[in-house]
């Protein structure tokens, strides 16, 4: 069986353990539409595709897929996650799977101002997010809302466009910076159909961090929750992590699960005040802080390989407490120019 990995980037490891979980069995393909992406050295096969919003992203990977007898696709950026989903029935029709959710789905756990109102509406504490500057400020006045407050854009990843807000005149300049950043960069796909709307301010709540790895087969089905202490952040992306036995986070979970029914893996940032437990983002895919779910004895790409075959999967999700891991880093040559002394 092949298996592409699309947005690849840096994401070298999972190569690795897509390599390692196939045993020889089949290759893996990644795909970035920067040929320059360190995750091309690690892979069996690479291509370089057009960007995620041409016209001619979907057809050009259908072809690709056929012509290399690539089954399944999983997608490693929020962006590729949604317009994949929207045309999995393309792929399916040419026989391939694609590891991805409902559109609909994806859609709420990429817009940060729904994944506010969906949770909200399931009873699971969110901070408190609006999406108007205008009322943000009636809020503060009526003392509804407070400072210290976070600007961030309403579809976004890691920490682009992310600000921190103290008063009033802060709150002002990092709107309309927040905005800017996102009308210049490729933020600007998901935020087109609602520009104006694109930037939410977030209550910012003290607390310690924990990411969780809410792991479902490939029907959607609850598995496991896999619950990690941040014991370090970089770029918006878990650095280092513990993975701990925490019932009520697994509860939380359990719950998320059953909302967004995704296959795979979703990824939840939680925080915690010391009292509650409040979800700030959903990632309908593997996230940064995957390696640490991994380094525990777990081995997701192992049992979605499994699940692709039909077989059973009972060991490949159980996880060791306790165990603490840190990234590092890795410098790749990735060309030499002819010339070059």
């Not at 317009?83 to 393309?90: F, G, P, S, T």
Request: aromatic share 10%; with cysteine.
């Amino acid at each position: 069986m092949n298996i592409l990995l699309t947005s690849a980037g840096r994401r070298s490891y999972l190569v690795k353990f897509f390599k390692q979980a196939l045993n020889g069995k089949g290759k893996v393909f990644v795909s970035n539409s920067d040929s320059q992406s360190p995750a091309f050295q690690i892979a069996d096969e690479s291509v370089t595709t057009p960007l995620i919003y041409d016209q001619n992203y979907i057809p050009f990977l259908i072809e690709f897929c056929k012509a290399n007898d690539i089954k399944a696709i999983l997608p490693l950026f929020d962006v590729d996650v949604f317009v994949l989903a929207k045309n999995k029935d393309c792929f399916l029709k040419a026989g391939i799977q694609v590891v991805v959710g409902d559109w609909q789905n994806i859609a709420f756990c990429n817009d940060k101002l729904a994944t506010f109102n969906k949770l909200n509406d399931n009873n699971i504490l969110v901070p408190k997010t609006i999406n108007q500057l205008a009322q943000a400020k009636d809020l503060i006045t009526k003392g509804a809302l407070k400072f210290p407050l976070i600007v961030k854009p309403r579809w976004g990843m890691g920490s682009i466009g992310m600000y921190e807000a103290v008063n009033e005149s802060e709150l002002e300049v990092f709107y309309s910076k927040c905005l800017r950043d996102i009308k210049n960069g490729y933020l600007i796909y998901e935020s087109n159909d609602d520009i104006e709307n694109s930037v939410i301010i977030q209550e910012k709540i003290k607390a310690v961090e924990f990411g969780l790895d809410v792991i479902n087969d490939l029907n959607g089905m609850y598995q496991t929750t896999i619950v990690k202490k941040k014991n370090a952040m970089r770029s918006g992306e878990t650095d280092s992590a513990t993975v701990i036995n925490a019932p009520e986070l697994k509860k939380l979970g359990e719950k998320l699960s059953t909302i967004v029914q995704h296959p795979g893996n979703l990824d939840v940032d939680v925080l915690f005040n010391g009292k509650d437990y409040y979800v700030l983002e959903l990632n309908a895919r593997f996230g940064g802080g995957y390696p640490f779910t991994h380094l525990s004895g777990v081995n997701l790409p192992l049992a979605i390989v499994k699940w692709l075959q039909g077989d059973s999967v009972i060991d490949e999700l159980r996880e060791n407490h306790g165990v603490s891991g840190y990234k590092d880093l890795v410098v790749r040559t990735l060309s030499i120019e002819e010339g070059s002394i």
